[in-house]
Every structure is written in C-alpha cells, then in structure tokens.
C-alpha cells in the first residue's frame, strides 16, 4: 500500500491523522512545516523531514522521492512563520509572484494545483477523522430551549450565508437578532464580543460555506473554544453535522454539561 504523507502545521489534529493513518496499517511520512517540535510524532512509528512553509519545491521533491503518492495538509500556521524565518525557494515564488494582490485562498488554490499536477493526490482533512465529526443531534446532556433552537436556526443559516461570501464562519444570536460576526479577529474574539453586546445566554453558531474545501480546512470546536464560550456567558454552541471536527468529544461535552452550555449538531 502507498505511503501517506502529511504536510503539518502546528496543534493536534497531525497528530491525530498520523495516529489514523498508521492504524490502518499505511506507512507515513510527516513533514512538519512550522516551528513545533517534531517530538509531538516520537510515538508514531514515521518518516521526519521538517521543512519552512516557504519551501514548497523541496517538500515535493522529498515526498515523490519516498513513493508517497496521497498527502494531507492539517494543522495551523501562524502568521509570524512566514516571516520569521521565512525560507523560500523558487517554486514559492514563482507562486507568489504569480498571484501578487490576490486573496489568500488564490495563492492557496495555487499550492494545491501545483502539488496536483506534480501527482500528489490531496485527501480531504477529515479523511482519517471521521470520528471526529459528530452526528445530527444534541451533544451535551443539557438540551437547548425552544426558543434556544429558533436562535440556532437563525444562527445556522447566518453562518452559512458569511461563509458563502468568504467573512468568516461564527455569528454570535440573541434574541434571534445576529450581534456578531466573525471577520479578521477569529472565532474566540467574535464570541467574546458577541457576548459583550448580547449578554448572558447568547448562542454562537458555526458554519462553512455549501462548497467548502475540507481539503485545506475543517471548520473546529474544541476546549479553547468551550472557554471562550464561558467566558462570553454563552448557553448554547451550534455546529454543523458531519462538516465539524469536535475535538476530545467526550470531555468537552462533559464540561459544557458543567457549565450549563448546551452543544448542538445541525444537519
């Protein structure tokens, strides 16, 4: 069976893929792209090379060389690595200079085809996380309200609608009225400030766009998302089913139980 590679970024969903990958028996080769320690793999058994994000010709060099024919690209990247140090080689700027004053996802579309038509075949992010995703239904043990669920409704349908128009993928609902949305800040912020405009007991919402690319981004909930909810003096959480990674499901739930939050799945 061909090899799988993963290009990770920082956090714990790589490490959750390459754990997936090899328990189906794949071999794999992980090529870290950003300043973590590789040390988060020293359990897995797997093939090392850390490469800079700018250094897209070598990173494909390296995987055809290893046979790997199937690759995913998880993880995030913070912005300061591209600048600090910020290796480049010419494939990347040719790639750059190719898309100079275009959005962020042209030059991100452009690594993709160029990975393409060396005959890498990019996997979807939730290929080995299947797991993650939850299924249609309330999640926690505390169960939204009636009218709780025409604000996740309301909620659900808001995200969707930014998302389609590329702004972002959190709303925060009170009162069925949206006094939140998520632009350049990111999702804990827009919470944050969704509950200081709405007060106690607003619903947070999130959502990606119909044709969403779940190769380069699944939209994800987690503990630090949960506390932001907190913190925000939020009651309910709504995601959408099968497109959302939950991370450490179990616990978070459990926790949000704790804290009178309920966490929802909308198909």
């Given at each position: 069976m061909?090899?799988?590679?993963?290009?990770?970024?920082?956090?714990?969903?790589?490490?959750?893929?390459?754990?997936?990958?090899?328990?189906q028996g794949r071999e794999l080769v992980?090529?870290?792209?950003?300043?973590?320690?590789?040390?988060?793999?020293?359990?897995?058994?797997?093939?090392?090379?850390?490469?800079g994000v700018g250094q897209i010709q070598k990173i494909t060099r390296k995987l055809l060389e290893l046979n790997t024919k199937e690759i995913v690209i998880i993880g995030k990247i913070e912005p300061s690595i591209l600048l600090n140090p910020f290796k480049v080689d010419a494939t990347t700027?040719?790639?750059?200079?190719?898309?100079?004053?275009?959005?962020?996802s042209a030059i991100i579309s452009a690594v993709l085809e160029h990975f393409e038509n060396a005959g890498l075949m990019i996997l979807r992010q939730d290929q080995f996380l299947k797991h993650l995703l939850p299924d249609p239904g309330v999640l926690t043990k505390r169960h939204p309200t009636a009218a709780q669920w025409e604000e996740i409704?309301?909620?659900?349908?808001t995200a969707r609608k930014i998302a389609e128009l590329g702004i972002g993928q959190t709303v925060v609902v009170k009162n069925q009225m949206v006094v939140a949305i998520e632009a350049i800040e990111g999702?804990?912020?827009?919470?944050?400030?969704?509950?200081?405009?709405?007060?106690?007991?607003?619903?947070?919402?999130?959502?990606?766009?119909?044709?969403?690319?779940?190769?380069i981004d699944v939209p994800t909930v987690g503990m630090q998302t949960l506390k932001t909810l907190h913190?925000?003096?939020?009651?309910?959480?709504?995601?959408?089913?099968?497109?959302?990674?939950?991370?450490?499901?179990e616990v978070l739930c459990n926790q949000a139980d704790k804290w009178k939050i309920a966490i929802v799945a909308v198909a």
């Open positions: 061909d090899r799988v590679g993963i290009i990770a970024g920082s956090g714990q969903l790589p490490v959750l893929t390459a754990k997936s990958i090899v328990s992980v090529i870290p792209i950003t300043n973590d320690e590789e040390n988060r793999f020293k359990d897995i058994p797997c093939e090392i090379y850390p490469f700027i040719k790639i750059l200079t190719q898309n100079l004053n275009k959005k962020t409704k309301a909620g659900i349908l999702t804990d912020k827009t919470i944050l400030r969704g509950g200081e405009l709405g007060g106690k007991g607003v619903v947070v919402a999130k959502a990606a766009e119909k044709n969403h690319d779940f190769r913190d925000a003096r939020a009651s309910v959480l709504a995601v959408e089913a099968g497109r959302t990674f939950v991370m450490e499901p």
